[in-house]
T-cell receptor, first 114, second 114 residues
Framework: DAGVTQSPTHLIKTRGQQVTLRCSPK?????VSWYQQALGQGPQFIFQ???????QRGNFPDRFSGHQFPNYSSELNVNALLLGDSALYLC?????????????FGPGTRLLVL | DQQVKQNSPSLSVQEGRISILNCDYT??????FLWYKKYPAEGPTFLIS?????DKNEDGRFTVFLNKSAKHLSLHIVPSQPGDSAVYFC?????????????FGRGTSLIVHP
């Protein structure tokens, strides 16, 4: 049973560039959430996708966008990268419709913006 | 403003002893609480959870206690083992738009000495 997978594992970009991160959810899960974890902080919620639609969004600017595909996999896109976007980006999957659902995390993509 | 606070950035414990990690929250709407463990270069791993209708939940060496009146929860690890050395995140959630999105604390780094 494959867990949550993310690609790439590491990425270096320069300011102003655009980046796309990818996530495949745990088998049987249909909901994908994205988090940003800055150094010394806990994960901060970016948004959640369910049925190919953004269901909820955290306090992140429109430069952060996403997509969910019919197979439940998801992409996170960040435009016009800033130095402050350097962080670990975590994807988590869960099963919708369950009360008090538990999210399962992937290993993350570490993004460095120079 | 931090809705979930882990005021101890680090904790050092001797192998075999009890580890107690603490967490405070401010939002009275939170009704589901989780602990995650994170090793370096890995994503957070779900450890244990508790619903607000309970005040204790136990799973092997791990027990979570919830004090709703004090808005406080704690994770007890007995006995502590060197392999428990990791960063522990407390998270709290409430139903919103049909989904539970956890809010994370900043984490406590636990070191268990042999």
């Amino acid at each position: 049973d494959a867990g949550v997978t993310q690609s790439p594992t590491h990425l270096i970009k320069t300011r102003g560039q655009q980046v796309t991160l990818r996530c495949s959810p745990k088998s049987g899960h249909d909901t994908v959430s994205w988090y940003q974890q800055a150094l010394g902080q806990g994960p901060q919620f970016i948004f959640q996708y369910y049925e190919e639609e953004e269901r909820q969004r955290g306090n992140f600017p429109d430069r952060f966008s996403g997509h969910q595909f019919p197979n439940y996999s998801s992409e996170l896109n960040v435009n016009a990268l800033l130095l402050g976007d350097s962080a670990l980006y975590l994807c988590a999957s869960s099963l919708a419709g369950r009360a008090q659902e538990t999210q399962y995390f992937g290993p993350g993509t570490r993004l460095l913006v120079l | 403003d931090q809705q979930v606070k882990q005021n101890s950035p680090s904790l050092s414990v001797q192998e075999g002893r009890i580890s107690i990690l603490n967490c405070d929250y401010t939002n009275s709407m939170f009704d589901y609480f989780l602990w995650y463990k994170k090793y370096p270069a890995e994503g957070p791993t779900f450890l244990i959870s508790i619903s607000s209708i309970k005040d204790k939940n136990e799973d092997g060496r791990f027990t979570v206690f919830l004090n709703k009146s004090a808005k406080h929860l704690s994770l007890h690890i007995v006995p502590s083992q060197p392999g428990d050395s990791a960063v522990y995140f407390c998270a709290a959630s409430a139903a919103s738009g049909g989904s539970y999105i956890p809010t994370f604390g900043r984490g406590t780094s636990l070191i268990v000495h042999p």
